[in-house]
């Protein structure tokens, strides 16, 4: 659908032309919302319904209809809140979610605050009760004198307002749109009374054009980027640190790294933009992350450090290590929360990252001209001696990857995962071990750009140009972490490409908090494959609480058949117990089914993943 298709005049044309809406009567307030919803491309809302919100399904029953936006019911709000996470993340669209009144607003929180640590774009609607029932204790009552949700979403929004006039919706809808949209993104929060939902709008048709009113900012700081040109000029040894915001700019990075021969890390959230397999990639700093990562940015020969598109949390900055908060750092970023954690800094730009990176690509070419003086700069490889560059000289245990130890070493699960699905694959690592394991193990197969040969696809194809979405082919949750968030954001992933394989890799503790939403997939016949990391326990837990020398308590999960569960809603499943049963699967056929596919895999419980950060951030808390 054309992003002006339902705009104007021609929306009301179409909604009377369907005879939704009798010829004279005024749109309602939701069916305005939607009709805002739609011009600017949103495809799906993800929620779950109620009395206090049914005048928004009735509004999203009639887009449907007419071919416009279609509603996909959650089994919890909660995982209505990581699909639109998922659908954000893949499409670069705003992800919309909604919920009912009372418990299904409290439900949402967990999502909503997911979303907010990780700057997703979303908005969150909620209903309520009709304003003259405030006061009267009715039926779920989240109003200001009942249970305030508006209050508790006030911490984990960008805005946040009670739409308590018909009036007011569309000048609030703006801003709430433009807070989850413009840096630092995150979502915004909109609740309605029903009544106010119901009563007739003030405008046939959206008085906005939402789309040159949301499009993205170019503005940059000219003067701090002309310092950094500068100080590159005098540089001998720049590394850059690649953060997971910088999906839109991941083209100009790389490319700025190519001219200047300078090797790059990533955060655990930024590994998904690159590939594992490019020359320059020297492995993840920080959670699960590599000591050639470590390595490089200890290097005293390094003199310039850039941190792009990273908020300097604990997971992605080392637990705050000294090797990079110091004094060699330069910190680009569009969002000012991310700068304001790196006052050690050298230097702050601050900008849209894209605009930053073009400049300095620009620069580089410039300076290489013919009768321009290039800089004589030091490269140190980093690299083993007399080898090329592969992402398995970085692995912690490199022999385990090879294991055919039953039951299944992790390790080895990651490696096969990489080389057994195909390159458009999606791979979501849910929090806990799962994506401990993946930040370290989980490559996909040699890219055939750098001359290597894979055993089944999986090397990540990038194309020229802009890329939309947040998204790479690996996708974790950093800061808030809710246990569950990859199971629901598999599910909004793949309604938002339903023309690509999309991986859940879970554990058996997120799996029995939020699995239901495999029924999701189901309904929605789309081609998700749920791995469960299978080891009775809260793996991430248990392994902490012997790392830190304490007692073993409260992780321990009993035997669970997750493929009988699987099954029982709906989904194809296998029990893998070996490397043999893994690689037997038919993996192209799983991939064209239009359903999911649960994978239990049984791996072995005493394998410790790589959780050294979380271990030394948790020490010096003490």
């Given at each position: 659908m054309g992003a002006n298709t339902l705009f104007a005049h021609d929306h009301m044309k179409m909604v009377l032309g369907n005879s939704e809406i009798a010829p004279g009567r005024m749109l309602e307030v939701a069916d305005l919302l939607v009709a805002y919803l739609e011009q600017i491309g949103v495809e799906y809302v993800f929620g779950v319904p109620g009395g206090a919100i049914e005048p928004l399904y009735n509004a999203l029953a009639r887009s449907a209809r007419r071919g416009g936006i279609r509603h996909i019911l959650a089994r919890h709000e909660a995982g209505a809140a990581f699909m639109a996470d998922g659908y954000a993340r893949e499409t670069g669209k705003l992800g919309v979610c909604c919920s009912t009144t009372g418990p299904g607003a409290t439900n949402l929180i967990t999502g909503v605050a997911c979303a907010y640590e990780n700057n997703i774009p979303m908005l969150v609607i909620t209903g309520q009760a009709a304003l003259p029932a405030f006061g009267k204790n009715p039926l779920q009552d989240s109003s200001c004198t009942g249970i305030n949700t508006l209050g508790m979403f006030q911490y984990c929004t960008r805005y946040n307002s009670l739409v308590s006039h018909p009036e007011q919706m569309e000048a609030?809808?703006?801003?709430?749109?433009?807070?989850?949209?413009?840096?630092?993104?995150?979502?915004?929060?909109?609740?309605?009374?029903?009544?106010?939902?119901?009563?007739?709008?003030?405008?046939?048709?959206?008085?906005?054009?939402?789309?040159?009113?949301?499009?993205?900012?170019?503005?940059?700081?000219?003067?701090?980027?002309?310092?950094?040109?500068?100080?590159?000029?005098?540089?001998?040894?720049?590394?850059?640190?690649?953060?997971?915001?910088?999906?839109?700019?991941?083209?100009?990075?790389?490319?700025?790294?190519?001219?200047?021969?300078?090797?790059?890390?990533?955060?655990?959230?930024?590994?998904?933009?690159?590939?594992?397999?490019?020359?320059?990639?020297?492995?993840?700093?920080?959670?699960?992350?590599?000591?050639?990562?470590?390595?490089?940015?200890?290097?005293?020969?390094?003199?310039?450090?850039?941190?792009?598109?990273?908020?300097?949390?604990?997971?992605?900055?080392?637990?705050?290590?000294?090797?990079?908060?110091?004094?060699?750092?330069?910190?680009?970023?569009?969002?000012?929360?991310?700068?304001?954690?790196?006052?050690?800094?050298?230097?702050?730009?601050?900008?849209?990252?894209?605009?930053?990176?073009?400049?300095?690509?620009?620069?580089?070419?410039?300076?290489?001209?013919?009768?321009?003086?290039?800089?004589?700069?030091?490269?140190?490889?980093?690299?083993?001696?007399?080898?090329?560059?592969?992402?398995?000289?970085?692995?912690?245990?490199?022999?385990?990857?090879?294991?055919?130890?039953?039951?299944?070493?992790?390790?080895?699960?990651?490696?096969?995962?990489?080389?057994?699905?195909?390159?458009?694959?999606?791979?979501l690592a849910d929090t806990g071990n799962s994506v401990s394991w993946a930040v370290h193990y989980l490559h996909p197969g040699i890219d055939r750009r750098f001359g290597g040969r894979r055993k089944g696809g999986g090397g990540r194809k990038t194309s020229p140009g802009l890329r939309k979405a947040g998204g790479g082919w690996l996708r974790v949750t950093m800061n808030f972490a809710s246990m569950g968030w990859a199971i629901g954001g598999a599910v909004g992933t793949a309604a938002a490409n339903p023309d690509v394989p999309v991986v859940c890799i879970t554990g058996d503790g997120s799996m029995l908090m939020s699995g239901q939403e495999i029924s999701v997939a189901v309904a929605e016949k789309l081609s998700v494959i749920f791995v469960v990391l299978n080891d009775q326990s809260l793996g991430m837990v248990k392994h902490g609480q012997r790392l830190a020398g304490a007692e073993r308590s409260g992780c321990d999960l009993p035997p669970t058949d997750f493929a009988a569960l699987a099954r029982a809603l709906g989904a194809e499943a296998h029990t893998i117990r070996s490397t043999q049963d893994l690689t037997g699967l038919d993996i192209a056929a799983m991939c064209a089914r239009k359903g999911p596919t649960l994978l239990d895999v049984f791996i072995d419980p005493e394998e410790v993943p790589p959780m050294n950060v979380r271990m030394r951030a948790l020490a010096n808390m003490l």
């Open positions: 609030k809808l703006v801003a709430a749109l433009q807070r989850a949209t413009r840096s630092p993104k995150g979502p915004s929060h909109l609740t309605f009374p029903v009544d106010v939902f119901r009563s007739p709008s003030a405008h046939f048709v959206p008085s906005y054009n939402l789309q040159s009113l949301l499009a993205p900012s170019s503005l940059t700081d000219d003067d701090a980027i002309e310092t950094l040109l500068e100080m590159l000029s005098e540089a001998n040894n720049v590394v850059l640190l690649i953060g997971g915001w910088c999906g839109e700019a991941i083209g100009s990075i790389l490319q700025f790294a190519a001219l200047w021969g300078a090797p790059f890390v990533t955060t655990p959230d930024g590994k998904g933009l690159v590939s594992p397999w490019h020359p320059l990639f020297r492995g993840v700093f920080g959670f699960g992350g590599h000591g050639s990562a470590d390595a490089v940015l200890q290097d005293k020969s390094v003199d310039l450090i850039l941190a792009i598109g990273t908020c300097m949390g604990e997971w992605n900055s080392g637990g705050w290590s000294n090797n990079l908060l110091n004094e060699r750092l330069v910190h680009i970023d569009e969002s000012e929360d991310h700068l304001s954690r790196t006052p050690m800094a050298r230097l702050h730009v601050r900008g849209r990252i894209l605009s930053v990176f073009n400049r300095m690509v620009e620069y580089t070419h410039e300076l290489r001209k013919p009768g321009k003086i290039e800089h004589n700069r030091q490269h140190t490889s980093h690299e083993p001696d007399g080898m090329e560059w592969n992402p398995r000289h970085m692995l912690a245990s490199p022999e385990k990857y090879e294991s055919n130890a039953i039951p299944m070493k992790p390790q080895r699960l990651m490696r096969e995962l990489g080389l057994l699905f195909p390159p458009t694959t999606r791979f």
